[in-house]
T-cell receptor, first 118, second 117 residues
């Protein structure tokens, strides 16, 4: 499979629980992005990695949100002490930023993880 | 700050007809990129077309074309010969600069397109 994959596709949890989502990007892609999409809105950027380095995390919604990409391949997004307002679709995207293509940066999205917090 | 505006919450088009989905943007960056994505009910975002701010010609990809009017800051998507499978949400997005978010995308609220037989 050459696309971006995300696991799980759906997650139902109770308020206060921790949840972790996984994203596997396209294998040769060096950038990985996380977005959140709430009902009736477009995706909202959260954070991104260049290889294993997390270069922007100020847009994470609160200190309950954290992300890792330990070996520059797959990434995880964790939400601690979930709240009902965290219910949303969490999308992962990857891209290859190389010389001469950085300004284009077509991002390939995964199918998303839909989180429901009860 | 960048802003993307899609003023059409929903659109209808008859099969085989053309449809235009509106997108206006606001940015102070001289260099930017504009994207259109399709999101069917399955949830995956599918890349359709890209227009760079310095591109001289309007982008085209098969049945998709982008009507880029730089002075008016608009980047409307035109879908020709609509098909039933085109029914989906359509999002206009702008690439942010590299200095802050590594070319992350800033999305509009989307337009829901329904193609009728």
């Amino acid at each position: 499979d050459t696309g971006v994959s995300q696991d799980p596709r759906h997650k139902i949890t109770k308020r206060g629980q921790n949840v972790t989502f996984r994203c596997d990007p396209i294998s040769e892609h060096n950038r990985l992005y996380w977005y959140r999409q709430t009902l009736g809105q477009g995706p909202e950027f959260l954070t991104y990695f260049q290889n294993e380095a997390q270069l922007e995390k100020s847009r994470l919604l609160s200190d309950r949100f954290s992300a890792e990409r330990p070996k520059g391949s797959f990434s995880t997004l964790e939400i601690q002490r979930t709240e009902q307002g965290d219910s949303a679709m969490y999308l992962c995207a990857s891209s290859l930023v190389a010389s001469g293509r950085g300004s284009y940066n077509e991002q390939f999205f995964g199918p998303g993880t839909r989180l429901t917090v009860l | 700050a960048q802003k993307i505006t899609q003023t059409q919450p929903g659109m209808f088009v008859q099969e085989k007809e053309a449809v235009t989905l509106d997108c206006t943007y606001d940015t102070s960056d001289p260099s930017y990129g504009l994207f259109w994505y399709k999101q069917p009910s399955s949830g995956e975002m599918i890349f359709l077309i890209y227009q760079g701010s310095y591109d001289q010609q309007n982008a085209t990809e098969g049945r998709y074309s982008l009507n880029f009017q730089k002075a008016r800051k608009s980047a409307n998507l035109v879908i020709s010969a609509s098909q039933l499978g085109d029914s989906a949400m359509y999002f206009c997005a702008m690439r942010e600069g590299p200095s802050n978010s590594g070319y992350a995308l800033n999305f509009g609220k989307g337009t829901s397109l329904l193609v009728t037989p």
